[in-house]
DNA sequence: CGCCCCATGTAAGACGTTACATGATTGA
DNA sequence: TCAATCATGTAACGTCTTACATGGGGCG
């Protein structure tokens, strides 16, 4: 029975995705860059990487190299690729704008190498295509909502917007600079392998 | 003995701070205003309530009113006041930035009514003189990482980086603008009471 | 009467946090 | 030898999710 993924699980199939990894190596990852919405602790990624092994995503090989002490190098097995791919590819809905950005970034951050550059731009071009109307609706929101709130809610909402606006703006942006890539280089749209 | 108090508790106490409500108004406001962030589910609130009533820092008293059908409306206590302007005033950390740009928000949305606008000029201050290293921090992550990354990596960093300017830009405007509103009103200083 | 909304709750399970435990290796 | 780091894990606890349960009230 294959139970949905967590959050976290989808941060270790993405890094492992880049880079066979051992379970410290990811901590050390959330540790120094910048992932810190992810925990560092072993408490947590420990059972989340046993969680993802039960679904099969992915496979652990002790290492035998050099040093005696026990490391287990984690990759992904092939549904691992598949699951990654579909979570990467899934359009971008009005309910993950909400409270899911960071997610979203990390679904594009990941997009790459996991999909290729082609479907990079799709997920952009999806993240276009959900934003407009979720600022239409922020805007509508706050005029209905601005007499019964004070200045500093007002204000935070405001601020709100125009973070979304500013996250539009980069997917523009993105948009073009991707474009102009794919046209300099190569029309390479498969992913690694 | 008093735990410390997780992040749906404090947009509850902020929200029963604004005006006295039942778990089913706070369940209402939080479907319906975008403070989507948190849970509509009976199974978060009613339980928080609890745990807040527990550590004495909201009351509820059944209500009486017109209908027969019994509803409790929660309103703080003078702890629970306390305890919510100890929130929104303590100054922004490096930490927070990091995951917890929208609990910040909460707080200033809710401070003004809770704590007054001088208050709330300060708490806007704070966030500014936070943001700044942080950005930098962030600058000098992307020079450090850009080489390992792949382009949209680099591009989804770039916009968390953009999108972290904003919020800086943002609280420029807001300070100004409170600052006008404080000259143009009367110098109300002191929160509600 | 049947159905939906109000209003409150509970129970099982998933996930994360904190803190501790364990050993082996490296370096002073 | 003693401490620090590597590398992995466990246990207790708190919180959130999902789903179900319960009853009264209004309405067609």
Redo the contacts between chains.
Sequence with gaps: VSTAIFSLGYALLGLLQ?KPSSGYDLRKNFLS??M??YSDSPGAIYPALRRLQREQLIRGTIEETSALRRRQIFHLTPKGVDALQRWITRPVTREEL??GKDQI??R??????AVG?IA?LELLKSLQAALLPHIQ??RK?LQA?QST?????R??????I??TE??L??TQD?IT??AK?RKRGSLCNSPTH
Excluded at 149 to 153: A, E, F, I, K, N
């Design positions: 880049q860059t910048s810190k919405t909400v409270g970034m990390l594009f951050a990941f997009s790459e190498p550059p990079s609706n922020l929101e909502s709130m004070p200045t500093s809610g204000l935070a909402f405001e601020g709100g125009r973070g500013c996250l703006q980069w993105a600079k991707y890539e």
